[in-house]
């Protein structure tokens, strides 16, 4: 029973969103019912990172096995679910403060709070998984959750839309994927990630690899870079980014990311010999092109949401130079890069998510952010330093992020891949600063009175704030940061 401590967070989450889909059911018709089921999901998940710390100082190795191998649990582990806890309670707190997340219903869609649990739940499960089958079914239980938030706002033909092709693509890089592992499993005679690296410790040359072998762990691949919207597996994030909802966008576009990374991270630590070069060869040749169309296809783009989607796959592609090497400096500099990432995305959201026009009309264009620093000046301000920092602009947090990453290829000799992540660093600023100019020095738009919706809570406010001042701050105990998450 001792081991079981392990996966007591879990059994938490578990718990929890049945007994919220009791509650919800009996008290569906109450308006309060879905924020109280809000409200405690927040206290809930920041009560978990306490476990987790726990957890860990408990911990008798560093390194602990459960369930016949199939499950591993470690300091970085921790550190990961750490991060998603946080990030999912900054989502919780986000929709607290936003009456519009689902609909014109969204207040009596208690259903909301508990996907987003259900879909965390398979997200700690692909974070701990070292067995195919695992990460699997941790994926399928994240992606279904996720399908639905996306298509929740019924009324809505673009949330719809971007519900149906997300679980349509999603559906086809779920079978990529288990097509690769059913190919790995039949030519290893396992799906347990450890024996597939002794196997393949053993090859000297790819050559010697069985072909099927090799295919089925590119298709595996293939599907991890759906997942994260790497190109050129990229084209379903701009639809599906620009149809959900602002709250919906905030997660899916965060917390995820950190189980397919934990993922990628498992696989390319353990490679060595040619197969290592192999896989590093392709991991650089998805970095090379997630920067270019990510920083490219962002120029021109009008909607918000959609611009968010090509800075994610930028900012994926900047991730991958770092998960490029197998030592441990380049998987602490993904971790550190990742954590930045969020921690800054989920400030841009929390301040969109508050923006709309007159109090009713939703702000989706670039364009509608005209004027923003003369009707509100704190939001402007706020906006204006995340964007600084996933300019790169030193020495906000996304420059440090970048400090990190960007070297790892210049001491693994990638000079060109070092050269590209600058040059396109250099032309993405350009849509992040677009903003900046049309906050500051365009003119108001003819009708607007306003831009911040009438319902924001302070607490959304003290997030916020908290985010900024993390951002322009981080430098001054940057090396404490990243000892922490080491």
């Known amino acids: 029973?001792?081991?079981?401590?392990?996966?007591?967070?879990?059994?938490?989450?578990?718990?929890?969103?049945?007994?919220?889909?009791?509650?919800?059911?009996?008290?569906?018709?109450?308006?309060?019912?879905?924020?109280?089921?809000f409200g405690l999901n927040t206290i809930l998940f920041v009560a978990l990172i306490y476990i987790f710390f726990l957890i860990d100082k408990g911990a008798k190795t560093n390194l602990t096995f459960l369930f016949d191998d199939s499950f591993v649990f470690s300091h970085q582990i921790f550190i990961l679910k750490s991060i998603v806890c946080a990030a999912v309670s900054a989502v919780n707190i986000i929709a607290l403060g936003n009456s519009n997340f689902a609909g014109?219903?969204?207040?009596?869609?208690?259903?909301?709070?508990?996907?987003?649990?259900?879909?965390?739940?398979?997200?700690f499960i692909m974070i701990s998984a070292v067995?195919?089958?695992?990460?699997y079914l941790g994926l399928e239980l994240s992606s279904l959750a996720m399908y639905v938030l996306v298509a929740m706002n019924r009324d809505n033909e673009k949330a719809t839309e971007a519900g149906t092709k997300y679980f349509i693509l999603g559906a086809l890089a779920s079978g990529i994927l288990l097509y690769?592992?059913?190919?790995?499993?039949?030519?290893?005679?396992?799906?347990?990630?450890?024996?597939?690296?002794?196997?393949?410790?053993?090859?000297?040359?790819?050559?010697?690899?069985?072909?099927?072998?090799?295919?089925?762990?590119?298709?595996?691949?293939?599907?991890m870079f759906f997942k994260l919207s790497l190109a050129p597996m990229h084209f379903w994030a701009p639809d599906v980014y620009q149809g959900s909802s602002k709250i919906v966008l905030a997660f899916i576009s965060t917390a995820p990311k950190v189980a397919i990374v934990a993922v990628l991270i498992r696989f390319i630590s353990h490679f060595s010999g040619e197969v290592e070069k192999q896989f590093e060869m392709i991991i650089a040749i998805v970095a090379v092109l997630s920067m270019l169309v990510g920083s490219f296809a962002g120029l021109v783009q009008e909607n918000i949401k959609r611009l968010i989607a090509y800075s994610g796959i930028a900012n994926m592609g900047y991730l991958m130079i770092a998960v490029l090497l197998s030592d441990k400096e380049s998987i602490d500099a993904a971790v550190i890069y990742l954590t930045i990432y969020i921690i800054t995305g989920l400030?841009?959201?929390?301040?969109?998510?508050?923006?709309?026009?007159?109090n009713s009309e939703d702000t989706e264009?670039?364009?509608?952010?005209?004027?923003?620093?003369?009707?509100?000046?704190y939001y402007a301000a706020g906006l204006a330093i995340l964007l600084f920092s996933l300019a790169g602009i030193p020495p906000m947090a996304g420059f440090l992020a970048k400090f990190v990453a960007l070297p790892i290829s210049i001491n693994a000799k990638l000079y060109v891949l070092s050269v590209i992540g600058v040059v396109t660093s250099v032309v993405a600023a350009y849509y992040y600063l677009r903003i900046i100019k049309l906050m500051y020095?365009?003119?108001?738009?003819?009708?607007?009175?306003?831009l911040?919706?009438?319902?924001?809570?302070?607490?959304?406010?003290?997030?916020?704030?908290?985010?900024?001042?993390?951002?322009?701050?981080?430098?001054?105990?940057?090396?404490?940061?990243?000892?922490?998450?080491g």
């Open 180 to 223: 690769g592992a059913s190919l790995i499993y039949g030519f290893s005679g396992s799906t347990n990630i450890a024996d597939l690296v002794y196997l393949l410790s053993k090859i000297e040359t790819i050559k010697e690899a069985s072909p099927a072998l090799v295919l089925g762990i590119v298709l595996l691949f293939c599907g």
């Open 104 to 123: 014109e219903n969204s207040r009596k869609i208690f259903e909301f709070p508990v996907l987003i649990t259900l879909a965390t739940i398979g997200i």
């Open 452 to 485: 911040v919706a009438d319902d924001v809570l302070n607490i959304n406010k003290l997030l916020i704030a908290a985010i900024v001042i993390f951002t322009l701050t981080l430098f001054l105990y940057f090396d404490s940061f990243s000892a922490m998450l």
């Open 347 to 358: 400030g841009l959201m929390a301040i969109i998510s508050v923006l709309n026009k007159n």
């Open 1 to 37: 029973m001792a081991n079981y401590i392990y996966i007591l967070p879990e059994i938490i989450l578990a718990v929890f969103a049945l007994v919220m889909t009791v509650f919800g059911v009996f008290r569906q018709n109450c308006n309060k019912t879905t924020q109280v089921i």
């Open 441 to 450: 020095f365009d003119d108001i738009k003819p009708g607007v009175t306003k």
């Open 365 to 377: 264009n670039i364009s509608d952010f005209a004027g923003l620093s003369k009707l509100n000046p």
């Open 131 to 135: 067995d195919l089958m695992g990460i």
